[in-house]
């Protein structure tokens, strides 16, 4: 028997509307649904190939815990749950609260996780954005906010896209990027791309400042610079706005074009020219992206890129249509003024490491190892992951030595993940087309990441269209965890705080309704549309400010300003770390048909199981290398196997690869089969973000050489 469900994909963050084929209760195949709105049809290889990555053989059908022998072995998700609370229990009572410890990361549990660590009175809890991009919290609030939001796609003159590459990333504008951009290009905006690869996306663009990684502020620097000098300021906006035009001004008067072009390596004439196309333009906006926050001062890029949007006063007006409505989460209201800046840090847990503590990008993920090794009063003893962090994490020996050490590491997964591998409890968990879901959970990256979500009042619930395999027992984190609080006599609290009945487990269904509570568009309204539905009624006009508002968005902050005297003082030697040995700099990419780490054991998705390392034609040649070759990557801290291919879209120079591919260290590899983990090169404590403590994860230096015959097959 064969049907055909409307579902969502959630193999990547563009949660396409999808049609799915199912043959005696298994998808057998996925496409676009095309009469869907805002997708135009659309879905990627990855999605198409969904049913072979839920079939696929590497599948985890059982949870599983380590066995006094050390190793893992399969048992049922009530052993782990008693076994947990017990262990749980004792640490608790032995260690504190905040010995328990929760890494949310892009895998899916670390919301469940989080519950259960509020619940036991634990404030430890990390999240991925302190290794992705905490520059999108930290910047906003050193500027302060526009309440009105941020203009529609449809009045850009000029959209300026840096270390971003969403046709293939499906962050900003993920409903179909690649068509979105080329009606857009064909509407007269004009696409700016900081980039030192020619992406997909920069291919789009009217300009391509093709820089040297790393020197993204330097850029904006001189655009700022520019906008002031050339007097393209929206004057009356500023006035009536914002503060700190003059100090900005004195700050940004050193990076002249020359000095700006030199360093960066790019021409005077395409920097002039990109300052001209943002100095004329009437409205527009500007998307970051993880190149420069890895690259590190990720917030002094991020916060030029605010100065330059209030400069030109490019935020949406009183009376125009909000962008990014609330249609699954409680209403949101836009008014037409500041929301002033706020404290970066100094109001939440302060951390033993380097004197790190919480930001309003949380708590710092790169203290996250060393405060599980690091002996005394406050040490984490048992960490829940929603994640990867075994590959995911920088300095990858090091995250294996913390999670060895802790008594207690669960996670809940779909594959027996090089994380799953080093953990002491698994629990196996559903996959995406086996449980309902919403577009809420796409819509609230906004509050992370001003620019992600819908741009349109858009909506779409899905139903679970497949059952999990019939010989598989799998638990959602919700269960497992309602489940381990139960067992340890407490009670599990809501989002709001509210204690949880304890004796009656919320079904799934029940789960995704509260997931819903209080939205703007009811989540029974949405469900009447199968493919989503856009809810003009959840439209929203920019407000009159308020009479008495007296905030201001501010274009100074002393610490930001700091920051640029610093990177017009500092050696450019000494601050990029380049010398003969390690001429190279390493940076990060996304590639299609891949999502950090996971699904590596589903067959198909995949057009190379390892995640190449790109180098421009002219350096293979330099080197003595053809596409194909194993090469030794090594930086000042590690050293990985990579295979070398050709990118003439790359910047000389510069070596591009994927993260999260690998094997454990201490594990066999075959590096053509399992890729290399970019993580062993990175150190926590290396060029850190002094706020958010992101190390120095993208421009970093590397040296490349032939690898012996030896590395076919060795040991990560
Ligand atoms: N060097 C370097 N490191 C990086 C980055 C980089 O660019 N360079 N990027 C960083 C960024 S931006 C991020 S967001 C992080 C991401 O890294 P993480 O936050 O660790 O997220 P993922 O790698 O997506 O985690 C996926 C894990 O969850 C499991 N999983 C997959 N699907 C499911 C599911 O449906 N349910 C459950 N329960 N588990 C599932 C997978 O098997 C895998 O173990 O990595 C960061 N690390
Ligand atoms: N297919 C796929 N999609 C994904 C993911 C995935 O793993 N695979 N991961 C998801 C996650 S967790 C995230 S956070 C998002 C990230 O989404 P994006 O931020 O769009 O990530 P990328 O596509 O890696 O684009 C980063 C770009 O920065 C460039 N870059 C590198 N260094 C520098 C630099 O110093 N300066 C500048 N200006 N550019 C630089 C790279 O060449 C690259 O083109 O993608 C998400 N989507
Ligand atoms: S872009 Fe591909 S993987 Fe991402 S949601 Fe759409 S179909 Fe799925
Ligand atoms: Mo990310």
Redesign the pocket.
């Known amino acids: 028997m064969e049907s055909t469900e409307i579902s969502i994909c959630r193999a990547?963050?563009g949660g396409c509307p999808i049609a799915v084929t199912i043959e005696d209760g298994r998808a057998i195949k996925v496409e676009g649904d095309p009469n869907a709105p805002l997708f135009g049809g659309y879905s990627c290889r990855?999605g198409r190939v969904l049913p072979d990555i839920l079939n696929n053989p590497g599948r985890l059908k059982h949870s599983m815990i380590r066995g006094a022998d050390g190793s893992l072995r399969p048992a049922a998700a009530a052993e782990l749950v008693e076994d947990i609370a017990q262990k749980l229990s004792k640490i608790i009572a032995k260690y504190g609260p905040n010995s328990v410890a929760v890494y949310a990361g892009?895998g899916g549990s670390g919301g469940a996780f989080g519950q259960l660590a509020a619940s036991l009175g634990s404030s430890m809890y990390f999240t991925?954005t302190t290794i992705?991009?905490p520059n999108m919290m930290i910047a906003p609030a050193f500027h302060g906010e526009w309440a009105g939001g941020r203009t529609h796609s449809s009045t850009w003159d000029v959209f300026v896209l840096?270390?971003?590459?969403?046709i293939?990333?499906?962050?900003?504008h993920a409903q179909n990027p690649g068509q979105k951009f080329k009606k857009m290009v064909r509407n007269g905006t004009k696409f700016i791309v900081?980039?030192?690869?020619r992406?997909e996306?920069a291919r789009r663009a009217h300009i391509h400042l093709q820089?040297i990684?790393?020197?993204?502020a330097v850029v904006l620097a001189g655009l700022v610079h520019l906008l002031i000098a050339n007097d393209c300021l929206d004057h009356e906006f500023i006035a009536e706005n914002a503060e700190g035009l003059e100090a900005l001004a004195e700050a940004v008067r050193p990076f002249t074009p020359v000095y700006v072009a030199e360093r960066a390596g790019i021409t005077v004439e395409d920097l002039l020219e990109a300052a001209r196309v943002i100095g004329e333009a009437r409205s527009g906006d500007i998307a970051?992206?993880?190149?420069?926050s890895?690259?590190t001062r990720g917030n002094i890029a991020a916060y030029l890129s605010l100065c330059l949007q209030t400069l030109r006063g490019h935020w949406a007006r009183e009376g125009a249509i909000a962008t990014y409505p609330s249609v699954l989460v409680p209403r949101k209201e836009f008014k037409a003024q500041p929301l002033a800046p706020r404290p970066v840090k100094g109001f939440g847990r302060k951390l033993r490491v380097r004197g790190l503590e919480e930001t309003v990008a949380g708590l710092p993920t790169g203290a996250l190892p060393e405060e599980i090794l690091m002996p005394g009063e406050g040490q984490i003893k048992a960490l829940f992951m929603g994640g990867g962090a075994m590959v995911s994490f920088p300095q990858q020996r090091l995250v294996k030595q913390a999670l060895d050490s802790l008594e207690l590491c669960v996670v809940c997964d779909v594959e027996v993940s090089p994380t799953a591998r080093v953990s002491t409890h698994v629990f196996a968990t559903h996959m995406p087309l086996e449980m309902a879901a919403h577009t809420g959970s796409f819509e609230v990256i906004r509050f992370i990441h001003p620019g992600y979500g819908y741009e349109e009042p858009y909506a779409n619930y899905t139903a679970a269209v497949v059952a999990p395999p019939p010989d598989a027992e799998l638990i959602s984190p919700f269960s497992a965890v309602f489940r381990i609080a139960k067992a340890m006599g407490i009670s599990l609290l809501k989002y709001s705080g509210e204690p949880m009945d304890m004796d009656n487990e919320p079904t799934a269904d029940e789960l995704v309704e509260m997931s819903a509570a209080g939205s703007r568009i009811p989540l029974s309204e949405v469900k009447k549309y199968p493919g989503g539905h856009i809810f003009e009624e959840a439209n929203e006009i920019v407000q009159r400010r308020d009479l008495d508002c007296v905030a201001r968005l501010q274009l100074a902050a002393p610490e930001m300003m700091q920051e640029l005297s610093d990177i017009r003082e500092e050696s450019i030697v000494s601050r990029r770390k380049t010398d003969a040995e390690f001429a190279y700099l390493l940076?990060?990419?996304?590639?299609?048909?891949?999502?950090?780490a996971n699904f590596r054991h589903a067959p198909g998705p995949l057009s190379k199981p390892h995640n190449p390392a790109f180098l421009h034609p002219s350096e293979l040649e330099k080197l003595g290398l053809i596409a194909g070759d194993l090469v030794e990557i090594r930086s000042r801290h590690g050293m990985i196997v990579g295979v070398v291919e050709s990118d003439a879209d790359l910047r000389a120079g510069v070596l591009?690869m994927?993260?999260?591919f690998g094997r454990v260290p201490g594990e066999r590899t075959r590096p053509r089969e399992d890729g290399a983990n970019t993580n062993a090169l990175l150190r926590m404590d290396d060029d850190y973000d002094p706020y958010s403590g992101m190390p120095r994860m993208?421009?970093v230096p590397v040296s490349i050489r032939r690898a012996p015959a030896d590395c076919e097959d060795m040991i990560a």
């Open positions: 990547c963050t990855r892009a991925a992705d991009m840096i270390g971003t590459n969403p293939v990333s499906k962050q900003y900081i980039d030192p690869r992406t996306t820089i990684p790393g020197e993204d970051l992206g993880v190149g420069p890895m690259a940076i990060p990419r996304r590639m299609p048909n891949t999502f950090n591009s994927q993260h999260s993208g421009a």
